[in-house]
């Protein structure tokens, strides 16, 4: 092992190392257990993370026979950080008010009628918004999973947290799914989570696999994007481009209640055109020159595979007006390049799902998995401190 490791348990017989920060990963034997899914869970993207989190991170890697066989990544959450698509407590609210199914249970087992009870919480598998999930090797086996399960809850009963979640489960991940069921976690709905299979013949597949007001509409849609002299195209993310889509990203941020500076956002979007180098590309629209509204694309190699994966954007929503920027900015015009590069999937993400199940994406059910810890007096007085 490198000197990266920074500490090992071996309660119940699990063999289980603690990976010092992200910067240690590479030699740890993490990227061999990343799959083409797992882009998020990358060394590069969780330095990204951890540099952007404004909480503790934990790297766990489960080995046999001195060979690392399965990892988890966990953050700590409480109230103060600002990721609230990923926050139990925020979800839990979320799905109240959208009375989704289950919820109304969940919330009297696990969060005893208050979301905000179930903080400080470890959330686990990653906070990105699809498949948050250990990784594992082909030849892991369900053992080595539920040995992280249990050093991830151990850590977060060490540390005094009042819960356990793993944010977005997605319903493929059956194993995962049993697993977390049999050790007393309970569930609610969080999201839906679309891709899109690039069609071989590109866009133009894509289009005429369309209903016939499916296609008239997108052509609508780019006529008046035309006729505004709109132009939109993907190009690098440059540090010259990062002031303004800061801008933009806050706009988006703001308007569905989260937390956020235009500093901030471009912070972070400057580190990740450092960290990603010509693996971030944005989609840019201009009008009269000036940009208003983009779209983040990470690419995604591993196993012989390419795909690709939004992840942030922003609009100028008053130079927008009533303009159709939303899908040519962030599926048509990236649908487009990633066929001409040969990719094989596009990463649509949550949100919007009827709107992109009929522009032709797949897409599946996740649920966020909640495990309430006992918590003590002396637990809670050590927490508000």
Known sequence: MSGDVTGQSVRGGADVVRVADAAGLPGSGWPDLVGPEDFFQTPRWLAVQERNSGTTMDFLVR???DMPVAALVTAWADDSVP?????????????????????????????GGDPASLLPSLVC???????????????????????????AEQLAEDRGAASVCFPHVDERDTGLVELLRHRGYRSHPSAHYAWLPIPPGGWDQFLAEMSKHRRRRVRLERRAL???KVEVRIEPLTQDLVPRLGELDCNLLRKYGNPASPEHSAGLLSWIAEVMGDDVMVSVARKDNNVIGFGMVLRSRSRGREEWFGHRAGFDYDAQGKLPLYYDVLYYRVLEAAAQEGVSVLHAGIGSVEAKLARGCLASQEHSFLLRLPRTDTDRERTAR
């Open 63 to 65: 080995r046999r026979a």
């Open 83 to 111: 990721w609230l698509l990923a926050r139990p407590d925020a979800m839990l609210a979320r799905a109240l008010e959208d009375r989704t199914p289950d919820v109304e249970a969940c919330l009297v087992d696990v969060a």
């Open 125 to 151: 598998g990653g906070r990105h918004l699809g498949r948050t999930r250990p990784l594992a090797a082909p030849e892991a086996l369900p053992s080595d999973v539920e040995a992280l399960v249990t050093e």
């Open 226 to 228: 035309d006729e505004a």
